[in-house]
């Protein structure tokens, strides 16, 4: 298959793929759990630690100001990666689920009344799940959920028929982890807002592998998480409308986000300091803005293009075994191929993928309603990085090939 | 034969391959060969949690002696599993809660299985001791 893209040169960014995993080259296809870093982002890491590492915003000293302008950068330019009106609209959170968290919390203390109304997709992760089921459980509102049809999309049509005079706000996954399902989040968003309605966006698994814009979308939250998109572990992103912030309470109380602190009373910091209490996670925020800078110097565009070419030939060549079963054949996709063997459970296919030194995930992807709805107890599932080649996936077809011999 | 003899000639067999995928293709052929258990034995209570795949446990006591019955989803927690049965089936609930289960381990399958199987394997061989427990609790009353 013909590319521009220059993958061999990609690869020699990021040093762990060049390994054995018992006594085969790794082939690292767990990406949509958590993906690789390129030198670019631990360099950037350990730049910090081995220069300027220092408590952010509090000192007048001279590693104090350098490490709270390198924090401070990165908000800027995660602004300016998804589109943001303003930099104080990105609040730095530990992750996708520390954000949903936030927001569940805070907006549900705020706006939510028994009998208030939360709607959400059949498809989601069980982060975006559980905290509105507590959200619920301290409020008294009730979930109500948009089916998916058996390719794994959603209808629109459906979120208009749930949205009534109770619902509260539309929470939904940007692309479902499971099923690499792309869901119509704009869409969806310009009907909720017609009926005055917030939108929260899962975006964990889209931000790595489309270009989001905040503006074309038009959603009032976006949730995402460093680690899925080549940064360390344990930072992430809520992205919120500078009006819905602003109408939220804090969720955590500590340093940082105060502006005074009496035993009477405290007046809160200012956006986006409010939601962010506490020491930050200053490392996890530079290597979340080396590996924004990472994905420009490489040529975002070229690298989504890439792996849309190497989505379809894993599609066209696992697709076409015979006996594997694709599920969610969704028109939109990107990112995931989850697959079934016939008569194999999937932990018997992982098991022995595995051994061939290829990192596929199986189970339920943390999205057990989604497994219940297909009926399926799990899948077997390959999700893609711009580092993975074509040959990587014939491995791939290979092992599964194995595994048919073995339980046939 | 105790369980730990049984255990030790398991591990034994074992180490006669010397290719994981041997390994795996006999655990695939015990997995198939271990009878069915009826369906209405699979009932949630006797769901084991833990394992990725599901496995079901029962037992019943018989003139003193415990005898086990599995099932699982999956081929090659059903031949792990089966592998577990031949040690403790037929032996009394005191010998069971007792014995020393790790032959497991040392038949070379640990190092091949994923994280998650072996605390599969951890809850098996906790819910063997727990029914053995059971019925010696139910024997002394
Ligand atoms: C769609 C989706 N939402 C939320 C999450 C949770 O992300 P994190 O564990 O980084 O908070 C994930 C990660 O698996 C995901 O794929």
Redesign the pocket.
Known sequence: MKTTFDVERIRSHFPILNQKVRDHQLVYFDN??TSQHPLAVTDAVSDYYNRYNSNVHRGVHHLSQVATQAMEDTRRRVARFINATHPHEVIFT?????AINLVAFSFGQTFLKPGDEIILTALE?H??IVPWQMACQRTGAILKVIPVNPAGEIDPGDVLKLIGPRTRLVTL?H???ALGTINPVKEITRMAHQHNIPVLV?G??AVPHLRVDMQEIGCDFYAF?G??MYAPMGI?VLYGREEWLNRLEPWQGGGEMIETVTFEKTTYNQLPYKFEAGTPDVAGIIGMGAAIAYLADIGFDEAIRYEEQLLHYATQTIGSIEGVTLVGTAREKTGVLSFLIDNVHPYDAGTIIDHFGIAVRTGHH?AQPLMDHLKIPGTIRASFSFYNTMEEVDRLVEAIMKVKEMFG | MTIEEIGKQIAAEFELFDDWMDKYNYLIELGKGLPLIDEQKKKPENLIVGCQSKVWISAEYIDGTVLYHADSDAIITKGLVSLLLRAVNGHTPDEIMHADLSFLDNTGLKEHLSPTRSNGLVAMVKQVKFYAMAFKTRESN
Do not use: F, L, Y
């Not at chain 1, 530990?94 to 520390?98: I, M, N, Q, S």
């Open positions: 949509g759990a530990r992750g996708t689920t520390e992760h982060s975006n996954a692309v479902s982890n899962d964990a698994q998480s680690h899925k992430g943390c």
